[in-house]
C-alpha cells in the first residue's frame, strides 16, 4: 500500500509525499511534519526575509543605508535620515519642513495630498543603477470622494462601471494614508533586470490588509467633478495583452500585482495581466498562466488571468514594519487627523517584484528595452483575500515612465551676417541620446548632444532617444531661425523687454543704455518668423521706453514682437522675440514671463468677468509645488512668483480652475 499525502497551494501548484505502506507511525508523524515544513517554505520563502534588491533595501523602512534594523553603508531607499554611506534615497524631500510646519499652524492642511516624485532625472544613472522613475503620494484620508461607492466595485470590471461617491467615509483598515514606487534597472544597461518596487501605509494595522498596484497602458484618469474615470483601454475597459501562434507578445496590456498581508507577513503577491479569455489556449513564451482568471462576470470575454515565472526562483519579496519604524520627512498623518513621526507596527508595507524574471520587462516581452511597459498607475485597497472582493479606497491614476521630451530654444532667432547662434535642449535627460539635423541650415560641429552651433538660416531639428542603444525617438522638436544680411548682432541687448496685454492694447516695455541716434522699431508678427514695423520710436537719454500697440479688431490666438535698432551709422540689430497670448471670447488667458523660467516669473490671468481662481503648479511626475487661491478682476491679472528657486529643473505645469473650467499652461525650469 501507498499513502499519498498532498497539498494545493494557493497558485494552483500541487505538492506530494509518497510513503509505503511500511512506514511506522513515527515515521509518518516525522514525515507529515517534514512535508508540513516543505509546504510552508514553499508559500512562505520568497516573502519573509528583508532583501537588498537592484541596490534597494526592500525591509519595511524607509531609510537609505539603514538595513534590517542596523546602520549600514551603502543600500538606497525611499528617504533618509541617517548621515553616511553611499546609499541614496530616491523621492525628493524639497518642502518636507514647510509642509509639517503648515501641519502645525494649520491643521486643515493635514486633510491635503501631494505628490513627490524622483529626485533625479528619470532614467538617469546612479550608483551603478539606472533610476527610471519613482513617485510617493499622500492620499486623502477620512471622507472623500476618491473611495469607491459601497457596492459592487470590483476588480475585472470596466472602470467605466466603477462608482465613487461625492463624500464617504472609509474603513481604517481600508484607508490608504500613503503610497511609494519605484522602478529601476540593476545595473546601467537595458539588459540589466527590471525591479518594481511598492510601498503602502494604511491606517489600521489588524488583521489582513489586501491592496492592489494595477498598471495601464492608456492615460487613464479620475475626473472629481463628474466622479468618473475616462481614458481607459478598449477592451472592456483595458488594454488587452496580444500573443502570435508561438506565444510572442504582439501588444502588451495591463498588468495588476495584488498583495495580501497577515498578521506577521506577506502572505500572498500575485501577478495577473489584462487577456481575452482565448489567449488562455496560447502557451505564452516568457511566462506561464497561474491558473487563475477574472473579468466582470463568469462569462466575461476579458479579465486578469495570473501568470508566473518561467523559471523557478525568487522573483518577489515583502515585508511590513516593526514598531516605531520611522515615517519619513513629511511625517504621517492618521485618519484621526494626528500626525505621527514613527508607524506603528504593521502599518508601513513594502515589496519588490524582479519584472524581467517575471516576464514584463519589454525586452523580455518584445525585444525593445525602451518600450514603457506601463503609462499609469491606481493603487486600490480591497475588502478581503478574493481578487474580485470590494474595492475600497484608491489613489490616483497617476503618470509613471514620463522622461522629459525634448524642447528646444534659441537665443538668436534672427541670425546677422557672418553670426552664429547656439541652440539647446532646455530640459536634457543624462543617459537620452540627442541628435540633431537640419533641412536647409548648416550645424557647425558635432551634431550629437544636447546642444549645437549654427551659421545660418533654416530649420532645425533634434531627435531624442531615451537610451543611446534604443535607436527609436521617444521625442523631438523643431525650430526656425532666420538670416538678415544687413544687420550685425546687438552688442548692447535691450534689457527687461517685456509685454502685457490690457484688453485690445499691448504695452511693451524695455531698457537700452542712450546712443544719440539710434531709431527703435517695434515690429509684429503672427507666426514669429514674418515680421513688419508698427511704430517707431528715437532714442531717450532716460534709457527707458514704454510703447502701446492698439489690436483692435486683429483676430489671432498669439502675436509675436521684436525691436529693430538702427544705429547712427546705419548698423541694424534686433532683439530677441516675445509672445503675446490673446484672448478669444469667455476663455481665460495664462501668460509666464519669461518662459523658460531661470529664478522668477510672471503669471498673467486674462478674464472677461471677475471669479475666483484657484492656481496650482506642478512638476513632471505630478507633484503639486505651488498652490494659491485668488480672487481675480475683469481683464488682466498678475501675481509674481518667486519661489522658484527650490524647483528642480524641467517642465512643469500651471494649472488655473476658475468658473469650473480648468486651463493648464506648460513653462521650463533652467538650470
Given at each position: ?475 523631438s522638436d523643431t525650430i526656425s531661425i532666420a538670416m538678415n544680411n544687413f544687420c550685425n548682432v546687438l552688442s548692447g541687448k535691450p534689457y527687461n523687454f517685456t509685454g502685457k496685454l490690457f484688453g485690445q492694447i499691448v504695452q511693451l516695455k524695455w531698457n537700452n543704455a542712450y546712443t544719440a541716434g539710434d531709431i527703435f522699431e517695434i515690429e509684429r508678427s503672427e507666426n514669429g518668423l514674418n515680421f513688419y514695423a508698427v511704430k517707431t520710436v528715437e532714442a531717450s537719454s532716460s534709457g527707458a521706453y514704454s510703447i502701446t500697440d492698439q489690436l483692435n479688431s486683429l483676430l489671432k490666438n498669439e502675436l509675436f514682437y521684436r525691436l ?108
Amino acid at each position: 500500500m501507498i499513502i499519498i499525502i498532498g497539498a494545493v497551494l494557493k497558485n494552483g501548484s500541487l505538492i506530494s509525499f509518497f510513503l509505503t505502506k511500511s512506514v511506522t507511525m513515527k515515521q509518518l508523524l516525522l514525515s507529515l511534519f517534514l512535508f508540513f515544513i516543505l509546504v510552508t517554505s514553499h508559500i512562505q520563502a520568497q516573502v519573509t526575509t528583508a532583501r537588498i534588491k537592484a541596490g534597494f533595501g526592500v525591509d519595511a523602512d524607509l531609510r537609505s543605508n539603514f538595513f534590517d534594523g542596523f546602520l549600514q553603508a551603502g543600500n538606497d531607499d525611499w528617504f533618509s535620515n541617517t548621515v553616511g554611506g553611499g546609499g541614496i534615497h530616491i523621492i525628493d524631500t524639497t518642502g518636507a519642513s514647510y509642509i509639517l510646519n503648515r501641519y502645525t499652524t494649520l491643521p486643515a492642511t493635514r486633510m491635503q495630498p501631494f505628490f513627490r516624485g524622483m529626485r533625479y532625472p528619470q532614467f538617469s544613472i546612479v550608483n551603478n543603477k539606472m533610476l527610471i522613475d519613482a513617485i510617493f503620494i499622500r492620499d486623502h484620508h477620512g471622507d472623500d470622494s476618491t473611495v469607491f461607492a459601497s457596492g459592487s466595485n470590483k476588480n475585472g470590471m470596466n472602470p467605466n462601471a466603477w462608482s465613487t461617491p461625492v463624500s464617504q467615509g472609509i474603513p481604517d483598515k481600508n484607508d490608504i494614508l500613503d503610497m511609494f514606487m519605484h522602478v529601476r534597472r540593476d545595473g546601467i544597461n537595458s539588459t540589466d533586470s527590471l525591479w518594481f518596487f511598492g510601498g503602502l501605509s494604511l491606517d489600521n494595522t489588524t488583521g489582513n490588509r489586501y491592496f492592489d498596484f494595477e498598471m495601464y497602458q492608456t492615460d487613464i484618469y479620475y475626473d472629481k467633478p463628474s466622479l468618473k474615470f475616462y481614458g481607459y483601454g478598449p477592451d472592456d475597459g483595458h488594454t488587452s495583452w496580444e500573443f502570435d501562434g508561438a506565444g510572442n507578445v504582439t501588444r502588451a496590456g495591463d498588468i495588476i500585482f495584488t498583495a495580501e498581508y497577515g498578521s506577521s507577513s506577506l502572505t500572498a503577491l500575485e501577478a495577473r495581466i489584462w487577456i481575452n479569455q482565448s489567449s488562455l489556449s496560447i502557451t505564452p513564451a516568457n511566462f506561464s498562466w497561474g491558473g487563475d482568471f477574472d473579468g466582470a462576470n463568469a462569462g466575461a470575454t476579458y479579465g486578469y488571468a495570473s501568470i508566473t515565472p518561467k523559471t523557478a526562483g525568487d522573483f518577489y519579496t515583502g515585508l511590513q514594519c516593526v514598531n516605531n519604524t520611522w515615517a519619513g520627512p513629511f511625517s504621517v498623518v492618521l485618519q484621526n487627523n494626528s500626525v505621527v513621526t514613527n508607524y506603528s507596527s504593521k502599518q508601513f508595507m513594502e515589496f519588490s517584484v524582479n519584472l524581467s524574471k517575471l516576464g514584463l520587462d519589454p525586452l523580455v516581452t518584445i525585444g525593445d528595452a525602451c518600450a514603457l511597459p506601463f503609462r499609469r498607475i491606481l493603487v486600490k485597497s480591497r475588502a478581503s483575500t478574493s481578487f474580485t472582493a470590494e474595492l475600497k479606497d484608491f489613489v490616483g491614476p497617476f503618470s509613471f515612465f514620463r522622461a522629459p521630451r525634448a524642447e528646444i530654444a534659441t537665443d538668436f532667432p534672427v541670425l546677422c551676417q557672418n553670426g552664429v547662434g547656439e541652440i539647446w535642449v532646455t530640459n536634457p535627460v543624462s543617459t537620452s541620446l540627442y541628435t540633431w539635423s537640419t533641412t536647409n541650415g548648416n550645424i557647425t560641429g558635432d551634431t550629437i548632444g544636447d546642444r549645437i552651433t549654427v551659421d545660418g538660416a533654416g530649420t532645425y531639428i533634434v531627435r531624442q532617444e531615451l537610451m543611446d542603444s534604443c535607436g527609436s525617438t521617444y521625442a523631438s522638436d523643431t525650430i526656425s531661425i532666420a538670416m538678415n544680411n544687413f544687420c550685425n548682432v546687438l552688442s548692447g541687448k535691450p534689457y527687461n523687454f517685456t509685454g502685457k496685454l490690457f484688453g485690445q492694447i499691448v504695452q511693451l516695455k524695455w531698457n537700452n543704455a542712450y546712443t544719440a541716434g539710434d531709431i527703435f522699431e517695434i515690429e509684429r508678427s503672427e507666426n514669429g518668423l514674418n515680421f513688419y514695423a508698427v511704430k517707431t520710436v528715437e532714442a531717450s537719454s532716460s534709457g527707458a521706453y514704454s510703447i502701446t500697440d492698439q489690436l483692435n479688431s486683429l483676430l489671432k490666438n498669439e502675436l509675436f514682437y521684436r525691436l529693430k535698432i538702427t544705429g547712427s551709422a546705419g548698423r541694424v540689430y534686433y532683439s530677441n522675440i516675445i509672445r503675446i497670448q490673446l484672448p478669444s471670447g469667455s476663455e481665460m488667458f495664462i501668460s509666464i514671463t519669461p518662459n523658460p523660467v531661470a529664478d522668477h516669473f510672471r503669471l498673467g490671468f486674462f478674464v472677461q468677468y471677475p471669479s475666483d481662481a484657484e492656481i496650482s503648479i506642478v512638476n513632471s511626475t505630478g507633484a503639486i509645488v505651488y498652490h494659491a487661491n485668488e480672487k481675480t478682476k475683469a481683464g488682466m491679472n498678475e501675481w509674481f512668483i518667486s519661489k522658484t528657486a527650490t524647483w528642480k529643473p524641467g517642465q512643469y505645469i500651471l494649472q488655473v480652475k476658475s468658473s469650473d473650467n480648468v486651463y493648464r499652461k506648460r513653462f521650463i525650469i533652467l538650470q
